[in-house]
């Protein structure tokens, strides 16, 4: 089974603080995306990225940067973390490719005060 | 911008009735996903339908894809309790590489 493990369940940050998340996968899939979802928002794509090293910016970028340095590993960086970004953080991976399904981690829910 | 977007919102039904979910989208695709989410958690993929294909079936699952109304349905058969979950659609572009999500159905099953 595909596997998706992001580092925390829950986070509390104050504002200004940076911020890491990251997401892990074991299935050695090229293309990794971070989500966040907000009530009555659905998902909005934040950062995709293609293979190691490769970065895109999705639909919200601002105040969110990323870092692929190894294939199984993706990392969404706040800079400054400020309290519009409370929120719930998703991580897919997926192979490839357009015919295939993104797997999901947990969610990281994060409050920033 | 969202892509696909679910009809109806939330819907409560009776264990053993049937769910159906829909979504529509506005541009050319090159497929539908539907993935489930339960309550504070990751999504869980269900079933993907390709631009070509019309009906898809997976156990309980039944999609459909109508590409000239840019709409999908998501029927569940036989309802349980424990498909109380949040449905959304994601449609991924024919340029192949972003999938784009609706903001979800909720659906309650009362047992």
């Known amino acids: 089974d595909v596997k998706v493990t992001q580092s925390s369940r829950y986070l509390v940050k104050r504002t200004g603080e940076k911020v890491f998340l990251e997401c892990v996968q074991d299935m050695d899939h090229e293309n990794m995306f971070w989500y966040r979802q907000d009530p009555g928002l659905g998902l909005r794509l934040i950062y995709f990225s293609y293979d190691v090293k490769m970065k895109e910016k999705g639909d919200i970028p601002e105040g969110y940067s990323v870092s692929r340095e190894k294939k199984e590993r993706f990392s969404l960086i706040l800079e400054s973390a400020s309290t519009n970004q409370t929120s719930m953080y998703l991580c897919?991976?997926?192979?490839?490719?357009?015919?295939?399904?993104?797997?999901f981690g947990p969610g990281t829910r994060l409050t920033v005060t | 911008s969202q892509q696909g977007e679910e009809d109806p919102q939330a819907l409560s039904i009776q264990e053993g009735e049937n769910a159906t979910m829909n979504c529509s989208y506005k541009t050319s695709i090159n497929n539908l996903q539907w993935y489930r989410q339960n309550s504070g958690r990751g999504l869980v993929h269900l079933i993907l339908?390709?631009?070509?294909?019309r009906e898809k079936h997976s156990g309980r699952l039944r999609v459909t894809l109508d590409t000239s109304k840019k709409s999908s349905s998501l029927l569940i058969t036989a309802s349980r309790a424990a498909d109380t979950a949040s449905y959304f659609c994601?449609?991924?572009?024919?340029?192949?590489?972003?999938?784009?999500f609706g903001a979800g159905t909720r659906l309650f099953v009362k047992a």
């Open positions: 339908i390709r631009s070509n294909e």
């Open positions: 994601a449609t991924c572009d024919t340029g192949g590489f972003k999938t784009i």
């Open positions: 897919a991976s997926r192979r490839q490719g357009a015919g295939y399904e993104q797997y």
